[in-house]
T-cell receptor, first 117, second 114 residues
């Protein structure tokens, strides 16, 4: 399968600081990437759809000014959690969509564990 | 929007037995149904997927069936092994303006006892 990486894998930060998470598709180009959030023992919740060269589309209830998404190239999308608070602590996972024309497949990164103190 | 229901929430089997996980979806426009395996602390791994133009797909010990009329699809794992223990998620891809967006089921914790 395709390879998607995330960095960092784990981050601890102080309340009020900003944290940037990178998502890279290593062996394919992805015009579309997705950012998910997952709480313990729960399913994945889509936060936003990241499209290369354009603004991200956020799901209802997700603050776009708090979760800044940039998709500047076909292999890199970044999620910045601004002014992080303890309630932002979670497992953040990105996915990248490969293929086109009805043959798209989504591959996920390994996730980033964020702990805000 | 799309709604995906997954059952059971937990499934415990003996090594060598079969395991079946079922999902239903609500949006008849959905046309892509992947299954992911997630191990503790890791991202989901795609294990098999099916598109609406086929009814069944098999890959070694794993198979997926799709019934578009009833709007449900199932994951079948045969000859289960302890390393199959993980959380399994089904998903459905929305059509229309939300093309490509996945809606996930609640997950099934599969435990395979040696």
């Amino acid at each position: 399968g395709a390879v998607v990486s995330q960095h960092p894998s784990r981050v601890i930060c102080k309340s009020g600081t900003s944290v940037k998470i990178e998502c890279r598709s290593l062996d394919f180009q992805a015009t579309t990437m997705f950012w998910y959030r997952q709480f313990p023992k729960q399913s994945l919740m889509l936060m936003a759809t990241s499209n290369e060269g354009s603004k991200a589309t956020y799901e209802q209830g997700v603050e776009k000014d708090k979760f800044l998404i940039n998709h500047a190239s076909l292999t890199l999308s970044t999620l910045t959690v601004t002014s992080a608070h303890p309630e932002d602590s979670s497992f953040y996972i990105c996915s990248a969509r490969r293929g086109a024309g009805g043959a798209e497949t989504q591959y996920f990164g390994p996730g980033t564990r964020l702990l805000v103190l | 929007g799309e709604n995906v229901e997954q059952h059971p929430s937990t499934l415990s089997v003996q090594e060598g037995d079969s395991a079946v996980i079922k999902c239903t979806y609500s949006d008849s426009a959905s046309n892509y149904f992947p299954w992911y395996k997630q191990e503790l602390g890791k991202g989901p791994q795609l294990i098999i997927d099916i598109r609406s133009n086929v009814g069944e797909k098999k890959d070694q010990r794993i198979a997926v069936t799709l019934n578009k009329t009833a709007k449900h699809f199932s994951l079948h794992i045969t000859e289960t092994q302890p390393e199959d223990s993980a959380v399994y998620f089904c998903a459905a891809s929305e059509g229309g303006t939300s093309y490509g967006k996945l809606t996930f089921g609640q997950g099934t914790i599969l435990t395979v006892h040696p």
